[in-house]
């Protein structure tokens, strides 16, 4: 084989080195941004790894404030029910005492003719008795 020709061969060689030099460059470049998305990717979950922590940190604390608002809520309104109940007792315990009060008055008034009556024939009967002797 001419010299030539290993010149060829030998040229072709040093063109596919020179090749696979810039190809595993290339490839070492992309494997340095790799590992910093992966470290950027990393850092991100951890940081979502933080914020659904508190999330749901924040709505434990928030069910348990509801249940003791629902609590407080049955509370206040069992207080204000019995209140509102006494209250309207008490009401109505007036609204009776008041109206026998009215009512014993309208007996009263109701009778005073009848007992007016019932004087002035006792004292006609008496008048008439006494004139008769």
């Not at 922590?53 to 069992?78: K, P, S």
């Not at 309207?88 to 014993?104: G, N, T, Y």
């Amino acid at each position: 084989m001419p010299a030539e020709h290993y010149q060829a061969i030998f040229a072709s060689m040093l063109g596919d080195v020179y090749e696979a030099i810039q190809a595993a460059s290339r490839l070492q470049g992309e494997v340095e941004r790799n590992h910093e998305l992966f470290g950027r990717i990393e850092s991100l979950l951890r940081w979502l790894s933080r914020e659904r922590q508190e999330i749901h940190d924040a709505a434990t604390r928030f069910g348990v404030m509801l249940g003791r608002l629902d609590e407080e809520n049955e509370r206040f309104i069992r207080l204000h029910r019995s209140t509102l109940d006494a209250m309207r007792s008490e009401l109505e315990f007036i609204a009776r005492s008041e109206l026998k009060v009215r009512e014993s008055k309208l007996n009263v008034v109701s009778c005073t003719p009848w007992l007016i009556a019932i004087i002035s024939s006792g004292i006609t009967g008496y008048l008439l008795g006494i004139m008769a002797k």
